[in-house]
């Protein structure tokens, strides 16, 4: 599924614009203006000497990319991919990269008084918050809200570069 091109040409438009994926049993969303497209799971070449959670290469329409697991990433358990699985294509400072989630479920919009910072407690006791940048509150439901800049070290950002 391809994205709006209008849409994405508008940075207004996607203000306070999420696309709302789940892993396991929760639910995370990431800024729209860095998703590219969404595809269904597709065979994935692996290559030797990666991140565990970095699953290998897909041919994207010509273009060499690299795909991540999200469970892994967030250091969950493994599952098995299945019809309901997607790989998320999102674009950081001209990388390419897919994030593999359990499934998509919508594009929302959230206001940012609708969006809480998230707690500068962690099991490193470093204040640091990992991977979120906000918890979102919509209805009954919680998305954590996924820095898409903190997803990838400078290592693996080099390795991103490499390997395109």
């Known amino acids: ?77 493994p599952k098995e991919y299945d019809d309901r699985t997607c790989i998320i294509v999102i674009e950081i400072d001209r990388i390419l990269f897919g994030l593999i989630v359990d499934n998509v479920k919508e594009v929302a919009s959230i206001e940012e008084s609708n969006i809480a910072p998230p707690p500068t407690v962690n099991k490193h006791g470093d204040g640091s918050n990992g991977f979120i940048e906000g918890i979102g509150k919509v209805e009954n439901d919680i998305w954590l809200f996924i820095d898409c800049m903190k997803l990838l070290v400078n290592a693996e950002i080099d390795l991103l570069k490499e390997l395109e």
């Open 1 to 77: 599924m391809e994205l709006d091109k209008e849409l994405l040409e508008n940075e207004d438009t996607l203000k306070n614009k999420y696309l709302i994926f789940s892993v396991g049993d929760e639910s995370y969303g990431i800024r729209i203006k860095y998703v590219i497209e969404i595809i269904g799971i597709e065979e994935i070449t692996k290559v030797p000497d990666l991140p565990d959670f970095v699953k290998g290469i897909i041919n994207l329409r010509g273009k060499i990319i690299s795909v991540m697991d999200a469970r892994l990433r967030f250091k969950k358990e």
